[in-house]
Structures are given as structure tokens and as C-alpha cells.
């Protein structure tokens, strides 16, 4: 029996409730999807909780509704807490004539129903991470018996943060209990990250943002619409120029309050010479923001480098796909270490209870993950650097940054498991997309390999412009490339598969 069996469209991966991909088996479907088309939407039940709204949470919301006459006219959004409720009403402004929302615990934000106001509080909570828990909304539907039980799941039985944290601390055992801190999801704990930084250091006048290399999706938007004004976002597209950031430092270092890197970076894999990186902005007292989700904290040692490190915890530690969360750390030698303990645990949403028992119920089991993960990843690359229909291969090892990379890895073996790569035949992504039987859809770090056109998932304003094409090739980013993260199945699966669809 094959380890991929066909998925149809909206197909929860893995089958849960609480699955953070779904399956997107066409070119057709991916651009459906994107464009709301009801031919492609009536199918999805759920996807990637930030970009979807999760049916539980609009189940709830619309109970609310339902129930208060002077919610009826009004669009209501649940949010993971009454901090991100209070953010969001400030976001919308007077014009969507904003009110608070609280009832039994739970903590949103109504306005006037209107569709730019819709796309304009959806799009705050996607960015950083606000929207409420589905495991939240489903504790709350059966408690209001429009559910008759939750789903049942395999979750831990004891002090779920103190083991997630006990794991944790294997790879950033520096850390204490007020030096790490677990978050909601991996976005929260990046605009908690960006927010403590910014009010430490606004006070020495110091408020520009620096972007290293192309970042995710939502990372990119945090900078650019939260900096203090458009001229404080500062995007540096080669993260090897280091003389190029060495020339920003040297005008600018006195107002450059952080800079933001992926470790390796999302899509493109490279790994910037951290030592040098962070020699820099020490030398300039700036803030440097590590997030190491692609290949996972728990294959690079990335902390004694960092002011912050923050990272998804969707990715590897919960490999079966279905918890949103994430954490910052705190290097505690770091010169703000204090002040930014206070500050990021104020602007923290905490992951909830029932996420943290699932998460630290599959934590423990992210080493042998990982090992069967890097057994697969390194086969797949070298059959894809290999195979005359694919352009570019990019790894964890890929020759421009391989000792960068391994300078920080735990092992030599400890890649992480993605691998993006282009095809050599203009147009070919189409007839390659949809012949592969690989699992397709949204995410990664998952025991089941996932494979997506990540610029169509992740950027689709860019591939479809002639503006956005020229944004992507300007960052050496082919709009075809395809992100691939190898799971656990047996590695000639993986390969026989790719093969297929090939050609």
C-alpha cells in the first residue's frame, strides 16, 4: 500500500478537527482558494488557522450573534485574549465604530459589517496570531450543547507547560523560567518579540527595523506595518551582503532599534554568518531577533547569538499538525534581558490549556521525529540537485551557506526538512503540481511529508502583478518554486513519487 493515498480537495491533514493543513491537490484548487472561489471554498472544512477562520470559532461567533440583539447587525471576531480584543477594537478605529466583546471568559471585538472592514480585522488577527484557539471555541460549543464532546485526542495528563518548557530547555538550557515563555502561536510570540524590543528601545530614540533576506509572510507585514513610520522598515535582500548591512550600521546604527532573522531563512533556506551578525549589532546596541521554525531550534543552537529567539512550535515539536503555538526565549545575558522578560510576558497571549496538554503530549517525541525526518531529507535533495527537470535546489546544505549552517547545528545531520526547489521548463509547475501524489497543502514540520507552490499560498498579490513579480525577482525568488517538507514515510516513497510527477 502506497504511504500516499490520494487527498481530495479540503481534506484535513492530519484527519483532525484541530488539523493546521488541508488539501489543495490542483494548481486549480491553490488559485481557487486564493481567489475565493465558491467552487473551491464549498469544500474546505478548515485550514491553516490564522488564514482560515476555523468553524468552531465561527460556530461560536455566530452563537453570539444569534443570541444578542445588538450584535445582529454586526460582524464579531473572538480573539485569543482580551489584550489582542482590546488591540483589535484600537486597530479598527471610530469609523468601524468598534466594541468590545466578552462573555464566560472569552474576549472579542464587533464592528459595523462592512467588507473592508471585514479584510482589515481578519487580516490583523492573521498577522499576529489573535484569532481564538479552536480547541477554545470547542470546549465552549459543548458547553453550550451545540457540540455533544470534544474530539478525542491523546493529550498529557501532568504539568503540560512544565513539560513542554522540560524539553524546551534541552536546546536553550541557559534559559529560566521567566527567560522562556510559551505563546499561542508562533506570530504571537514574533509581535511580542517586536513589541517589547520596540518600547525598550524607542526610549534612546532608536526605531528603524531591519529585515534580513526574505522573511514569512506575516513576520514581512509586522515589520512594515507596526515600525513607526514606512521609513523605519529597512529591507536588506542579500542576507550575505555583509558589507552592504555593515554600511547601514555605520549611518544609521544609533536609530536601528532590532533586526529580524529566519535561521535558515523561508522560502530561500540560507543561513547568514550569525557570528558576524551578531558581533554587528552588539557592536551598534541593536536588538537581534532570531527565529529558527524552518529547520527548529532543536537542531540549532542559536540562543548565545540572540537578544530573543522566538519560534512556531507548530513546526516539529507538534509533529502530528494539529496545535498552534509558539515561544520566545530571552538570552538572559543579553544587556535588556530584564526590562525585556517584563515586556514580553505583558504582551504574550498564553497558549491554551487544552493546545498545551495536546502539544506536550507529542514534544517528547520531536528527537525521533527529527532523526526519521533527516534520513529523508538528505536523499531527497541530493535526488532532486540530480534529476535534469529540476533548476535550483535549496537546503539546510546548500553550498552558499552549508558552513554557516553548520556552524550552528547540533549535529551534522540535524537539517530540519525542508527543501525548495524550481523546475528547469518554464510553465511546467501546473502539469508537475498536479500529476504528484505527494500530500499537499499549507504548513510544514509535520511526521507527513507536505508539499505547496509557496508563493501562490504565501504571496499571490506578488505572482499575479507585474508589480509583485518584479518585487520577487528583485529577491531572487522565482514565483514557481515549490516548498517541500519531507516527513517520516519511507524516503523511496517520497523519491518514487517526485519521480513520477517529474517525468
Known amino acids: 500500500m502506497s504511504a500516499f493515498p490520494p487527498l481530495p480537495l479540503g481534506q484535513r491533514i492530519p484527519a483532525s478537527p484541530h488539523a493546521v493543513s488541508c488539501s489543495l491537490p490542483t494548481m486549480r484548487d491553490v488559485r481557487g482558494y486564493e481567489e475565493k472561489d465558491p467552487a473551491v471554498l464549498r469544500h474546505l472544512t478548515s485550514g491553516y488557522p490564522r488564514f482560515v477562520v476555523h468553524p468552531f470559532v465561527r460556530e461560536l461567533a455566530q452563537h453570539f450573534v444569534d443570541a444578542t440583539p445588538a450584535l445582529a447587525p454586526r460582524t464579531l471576531w473572538l480573539t485569543s485574549s482580551a489584550r489582542t480584543a482590546d488591540a483589535l477594537a484600537a486597530h479598527l478605529g471610530a469609523a468601524a465604530e468598534a466594541q468590545r466583546f466578552s462573555s464566560n471568559g472569552l474576549h472579542g471585538a464587533s464592528h459595523v459589517t462592512a467588507p473592508k472592514l471585514f479584510a482589515r480585522a481578519k487580516t490583523f488577527l492573521q498577522n499576529i496570531g489573535g484569532f481564538l484557539s479552536s480547541r477554545e471555541a470547542e470546549d465552549h460549543l ?16 501532568g504539568d503540560a507547560a512544565a513539560e513542554v518548557r522540560r524539553h524546551l530547555r534541552r536546546a536553550l538550557p541557559t534559559t529560566t523560567a521567566t527567560d ?3 505563546a499561542s502561536s508562533g506570530m504571537s510570540a514574533i509581535y511580542a518579540t517586536f513589541r517589547a524590543v520596540t518600547a525598550v528601545q524607542a526610549a534612546r530614540g532608536r526605531t528603524i527595523w531591519v529585515q534580513l533576506g526574505w ?3 506575516d513576520t514581512i507585514a509586522i515589520l512594515k506595518k507596526f515600525s513607526a513610520s514606512p521609513a523605519d522598515y529597512v529591507y536588506v535582500r542579500d542576507v550575505f551582503d555583509r558589507e552592504g548591512l555593515e554600511r547601514i550600521f555605520a549611518q544609521h ?35 537581534l531577533v532570531l527565529d529558527p521554525t524552518t529547520a527548529s531550534v532543536f537542531n540549532l543552537d542559536v540562543l548565545p547569538h540572540a537578544d530573543l529567539v522566538t519560534s512556531s512550535l507548530t513546526k516539529y515539536a507538534a509533529s502530528e499538525g494539529d496545535v498552534l503555538a509558539g515561544f520566545v526565549a530571552i538570552n538572559p545575558a543579553g544587556p535588556d534581558a530584564a526590562e525585556l522578560r517584563q515586556r514580553v510576558a505583558a504582551a504574550l497571549d498564553p497558549v491554551y490549556p ?3 496538554a495536546r502539544l506536550a503530549a507529542q514534544i517528547g517525541r520531536v528527537d525521533d521525529v527529527l532523526e526519521r525526518i533527516h534520513a529523508n531529507a538528505a536523499p531527497v ?5 540530480q534529476h535534469p527537470a529540476v533548476k535550483n535546489v535549496f537546503w539546510a546544505l546548500h553550498p552558499a551557506s552549508r558552513e554557516n549552517y553548520r556552524r550552528l547545528a547540533r549535529a551534522p545531520n540535524a537539517t530540519g526538512g525542508m527543501i525548495t ?13 498536479d500529476r504528484l501524489r505527494l500530500p499537499k497543502g499549507p504548513s510544514f514540520g509535520m511526521t507527513t511529508t507536505l508539499i505547496c507552490p509557496f508563493m501562490y ?24 518554486l515549490l516548498r517541500l517538507c519531507v516527513g517520516t514515510e519511507p524516503a523511496e516513497e517520497i523519491i518514487a513519487a517526485l519521480a513520477e510527477a517529474l517525468g
Not at 142 to 157: C, D, K, M, S, Y
Not at 267 to 275: A, E, N, R, V
Open 354 to 356: 487544552r493546545d498545551l
Open 180 to 182: 522562556l515563555w510559551l
Open 215 to 217: 522573511l514569512y509572510l
Open 381 to 385: 535533495a541530493a535526488f532532486l540537485e
Open 457 to 480: 499560498l504565501a504571496h499571490y498579490d506578488l505572482v499575479t502583478t507585474p508589480g509583485g513579480l518584479a518585487e520577487l525577482a528583485a529577491s531572487q525568488l522565482d514565483p514557481d
Open 421 to 433: 526547489f524550481t523546475l528547469r521548463k518554464i510553465g511546467a509547475l501546473e502539469n508537475f503540481y
Open 142 to 157: 459543548v458547553r453550550l450543547g451545540r457540540r455533544p464532546a470534544l474530539h478525542p485526542e491523546e493529550i498529557f495528563a
Open 253 to 287: 546604527g544609533h536609530r536601528i532599534a532590532g533586526l529580524v532573522a529566519e535561521v535558515p531563512t523561508n522560502p530561500l533556506i540560507q543561513t547568514p554568518d550569525l557570528i558576524a551578525l551578531s558581533s554587528l549589532c552588539r557592536d551598534h546596541g541593536v536588538r
